[in-house]
Nanobody, 118 residues
Framework: QVQLVESGGGLVQAGGSLRLSCAAS????????MGWYRQAPGNQRDLVAT???????NYADSVKGRFTISRDNAKNTVYLQMNSLKPEDTAVYYC????????????WGQGTQVTVSS
């Protein structure tokens, strides 16, 4: 089992920045890809960014050039630096961890609220 604990959400004005962190514990050796998803009220949960154990990165088009995902494998932690925030970035942000094994289910954090005021 893997546990994910997020931190760093909050309220910020448009144009501002926030940094999210997600620390993994437990069977962290089983994790390949870590990433962030977000869900606004009434919407589905969408991918924001992912990073593999080896450093391969993927971003949603809506955040390219504004958000940066990074990972510290020694600390089992993934970060999301969010700059130039927009009101449409407002959502609950969830940390995700994908195991190496394709038959294993992904892990999710509890979510952290990000609110961007205009």
């Amino acid at each position: 089992q893997v546990q994910l604990v997020e931190s760093g959400g909050g309220l910020v004005q448009a144009g501002g920045s926030l940094r999210l962190s997600c620390a993994a514990s437990g069977s962290t050796f089983s994790i390949n890809v870590m990433g962030w998803y977000r869900q606004a009220p009434g919407n589905q949960r969408d991918l924001v960014a992912t990073i593999s154990w080896g450093g391969t990165i993927n971003y949603a088009d809506s955040v390219k050039g504004r958000f940066t995902i990074s990972r510290d494998n020694a600390k089992n932690t993934v970060y999301l630096q969010m700059n130039s925030l927009k009101p449409e970035d407002t959502a609950v942000y969830y940390c995700n961890a994908m195991p190496w094994s394709s038959v294993s289910n992904p892990y999710w954090g509890q979510g952290t609220q990000v609110t961007v005021s205009s």
